[in-house]
């Protein structure tokens, strides 16, 4: 099957400091890709989607000057948390979906932020 | 979107057969219903999808009524590596603009 990978697998940042992470589709062009948010024992929440060559939909209540989403190739999607501050850890996942198949996910992102 | 209710939790044993039920009254008639396993700290993985009856592939079926307004997962003869959580998840699969839903999941359980 079609394979989504995230880079990195974890990262712990200082508090204030911004984080990138990468989302990348290995063997297929995904036009749209998407990120969610997982806290512990949570299930998955979408934060936003994201459109090659347009500007991403945030979900409501995800601030999106805080998670900036750049869509800038069909086959890469990056989530980028500024400033981040401790109540920002999370596991961070994205997704890509096909047309008529189903939704593929990366290995997730576990940031901590300290 | 079409939202899905799940047993929080569910225990079983190895070698058992485990079959968990999602209700999704509201499903539309584009809705495929998917099913997703998840292990901690990773992301979701892919086990089964279908439209209608039952669809069966080498680790698990799917079991969909005439008015698909909720789907059965069976597990059969479950070992330790099962304990995970399970998403049962609809939606639209013309396009693939539109994200997955996430419901609450269920959390399996399986004890030597």
């Known amino acids: 099957g079609a394979v989504v990978s995230q880079h990195p697998s974890w990262v712990i940042c200082k508090s204030g400091t911004s984080v990138k992470i990468e989302c990348r589709s290995l063997?297929?062009?995904?036009?749209?890709m998407f990120w969610y948010r997982q806290f512990p024992k949570q299930s998955l929440m979408l934060m936003a989607t994201s459109n090659e060559g347009s500007k991403a939909t945030y979900e409501q209540g995800v601030e999106k000057d805080k998670f900036l989403i750049n869509h800038a190739s069909l086959t890469l999607s990056t989530l980028t948390v500024t400033s981040a501050h401790p109540e920002d850890s999370s596991f961070y996942i994205c997704s890509a979906r096909l047309l008529r198949t189903e939704a593929f996910f990366g290995q997730g992102t576990r940031l901590t932020v300290v | 979107l079409a939202k899905t209710t799940q047993p929080i939790s569910m225990d079983s044993y190895e070698g058992q057969e485990v079959n968990i039920t999602c209700s999704h009254n509201n499903i539309a008639t584009n809705d495929y219903i998917t099913w997703y396993q998840q292990f901690p700290s990773q992301g979701p993985r892919f086990i089964i999808q279908g439209y209608k009856t039952k669809v069966t592939n080498e680790v698990a079926s799917l079991f969909i009524p005439a008015d698909r307004k909720s789907s059965t997962l069976s597990l059969p003869r479950v070992s330790l590596s099962d304990t995970a959580v399970y998403y049962c998840?609809?939606?639209?699969?013309?396009?693939?603009?539109?994200?997955?839903?996430f419901g609450s999941g269920t959390r399996l359980q399986v004890q030597p």
């Open positions: 998840l609809v939606g639209d699969m013309r396009t693939g603009r539109r994200a997955l839903t």
């Open positions: 063997d297929f062009q995904a036009t749209t």
